[in-house]
């Protein structure tokens, strides 16, 4: 099976603007989540997704936002860029059908930097 | 809060010796545990599980152990090979609540 995708590998944008971000699960995976990773902070939760509902919310602002397609591919939006979004975000997929216990397998990441 | 630590930052072992990364929890509600591997610019590959009903899992050079008393799960290596090198990142969740929590890292350089 081919592994999680995320597109664009790499974003240059400047303070203010906006920015969507893309990933396609694994084939069969219905649970979509997404992370940001910083130096500082480490990987931090944003959100997870299943069956086009968000299901988890990490504790970010409003200007993150995501959704959810009825082919279980994500997106993640982020509004009004400030230079400390400057991060590598992630995506992950799962398959609730192997049980309550789910293994997130991750995409490449998205190298987003906030000029 | 973390409730997720990894307080090694880093280390370094010799080829063919065994390298052991440890990670400590504080939320008693954790009962599922991974270990992922992380290369500079790609996301981090799994590695290894564990559920909270046992207390040792093994895959090929890699083993887990947890001792749910003391909150803590460590990862052994062995033996460790030049390409084991990368950050190793310790992860935690409920069931039933998908969100991993994790924790900052150790970098592990495995030296020929």
């Known amino acids: 099976k081919a592994g999680v995708t995320q597109t664009p590998r790499y974003l240059i944008k400047t303070r203010g603007q906006q920015v969507t971000l893309s990933c396609s699960p694994i084939?069969?995976?219905?649970?979509v989540s997404w992370y940001q990773q910083t130096p500082g902070q480490g990987l931090q939760f944003l959100f997870e997704y299943f069956s086009e509902t968000q299901r988890n919310k990490g504790n970010f602002p409003g200007r993150f936002s995501g959704r959810q397609f009825s082919n279980s591919r994500s997106e993640m939006n982020v509004s009004t860029l400030e230079l400390g979004d400057s991060a590598l975000y992630l995506c992950?997929?799962?398959?609730?059908?192997?049980?309550?216990?789910?293994?997130?397998?991750f995409g490449p990441g998205t190298r987003l930097l906030v000029l | 809060d973390q409730q997720v630590k990894q307080n090694s930052p880093s280390l370094s072992v010799q080829e063919g010796r065994i390298s052991i990364l440890n990670c400590d929890y504080t939320?008693?509600?954790?009962?599922?545990f991974l270990w992922y591997k992380k290369y500079p610019a790609e996301g981090p590959t799994f590695l290894i599980s564990i559920s909270s009903i046992k207390d040792k899992n093994e895959d090929g050079r890699f083993t887990v152990f947890l001792n749910k008393s003391a909150k803590h799960l460590s990862l052994h290596i062995v033996p460790s090979q030049p390409g084991d090198s990368a950050v190793y990142f310790c992860a935690a969740s409920r069931v039933g609540n998908t969100p991993l929590v994790f924790g900052k890292g150790t970098r592990l350089s495995v030296i020929a």
């Open positions: 084939s069969g995976h219905r649970s």
């Open positions: 939320n008693s509600m954790f009962d599922y």
């Open positions: 992950a997929s799962s398959s609730p059908e192997r049980g309550l216990q789910e293994t997130q397998y």
